[in-house]
């Protein structure tokens, strides 16, 4: 069982940055799809960035041009850059993986962010 680990979260004022990590227990991430999501009180579940194991990414359009997902395959490791921070992205954020061998996904436990205007 493959687990994911999400930290960095936290409470930081409006403009301001911080970068969430999610370590995976196995080397797996290279064989994966690796997603960011988010999800506020009352909403879906959205999906935030993703990065494939060729490293090409997406963004959610409310994010382009301010977040930076990233991956280092040595540390098992996937980041979130999240800059130009807006009070609606508060949420809590969940790491995603999709198996593109298997299609097995499986998900963190969530890490809170919350931006102050």
């Known amino acids: 069982q493959v687990q994911l680990v999400e930290s960095g979260g936290g409470l930081v004022q409006a403009g301001g940055s911080l970068r969430l990590s999610c370590a995976a227990s196995?080397?797996?991430?290279?064989?994966?799809?690796m997603g960011w999501y988010r999800q506020s009180p009352g909403k879906q579940r959205e999906l935030v960035a993703a990065?494939?194991?060729?490293?090409?990414?997406n963004y959610a359009d409310s994010v382009k041009g301010r977040f930076t997902i990233s991956r280092d395959n040595a540390k098992n490791t996937v980041y979130l850059q999240m800059n130009s921070l807006k009070p609606e992205d508060t949420a809590v954020y969940y790491c995603?993986?999709?198996?593109?061998?298997?299609?097995?996904?499986?998900w963190g436990q969530g890490t809170q962010v919350t931006v102050s205007s």
């Open positions: 995603n993986r999709n198996s593109i061998v298997t299609g097995i996904s499986s």
């Open positions: 990065i494939t194991n060729d490293g090409s990414t």
């Open positions: 196995k080397t797996i991430i290279r064989f994966n799809t």
